[in-house]
């Protein structure tokens, strides 16, 4: 992730450095829910493609859109949480 964000980037500010964190925490994330197909409750397919979908747009950062893969994957959490318990009953 030194590579592809601002975390070795002295002249690059707070925010800079604090959106590389969430990057890349992000990523770690995407990327375990992707492998296993669960989160807070399995993944549907769609769920899973679209997790899947997500990890280069987060990592390479397209015209500084990669904020917009983050939330994707808020979004995917937020379904997640609303609709756990509805699948555990």
Same mark, same amino acid.
């Given at each position: %992730? %030194?590579?592809?964000?601002?975390? !070795?980037?002295?002249?690059?500010?707070? %925010?800079?450095?604090?959106?590389?964190?969430?990057?890349?925490?992000?990523?770690? =994330?995407?990327?375990?829910? /992707?492998?296993?197909?669960? !989160? !807070?409750?399995?993944?549907?397919?769609?769920?899973? =493609?679209?997790?899947?979908?997500? =990890?280069?747009?987060?990592?390479?950062?397209?015209? /500084?859109?990669?904020?917009?893969?983050?939330?994707?994957?808020?979004?995917?959490?937020?379904?997640?949480?609303?609709?756990?318990?509805? =699948?555990?009953?």
């Amino acid at each position: %992730m %030194m590579a592809y964000t601002d975390l !070795l980037n002295p002249d690059a500010g707070l %925010m800079a450095f604090t959106f590389a964190i969430v990057q890349t925490a992000t990523l770690i =994330v995407v990327i375990a829910i /992707s492998i296993e197909g669960y !989160l !807070l409750r399995p993944l549907k397919p769609i769920e899973r =493609v679209l997790a899947i979908a997500v =990890v280069p747009w987060v990592l390479f950062n397209p015209l /500084s859109t990669g904020f917009v893969g983050v939330l994707v994957i808020l979004g995917l959490i937020g379904v997640q949480w609303k609709t756990r318990a509805v =699948v555990a009953a």
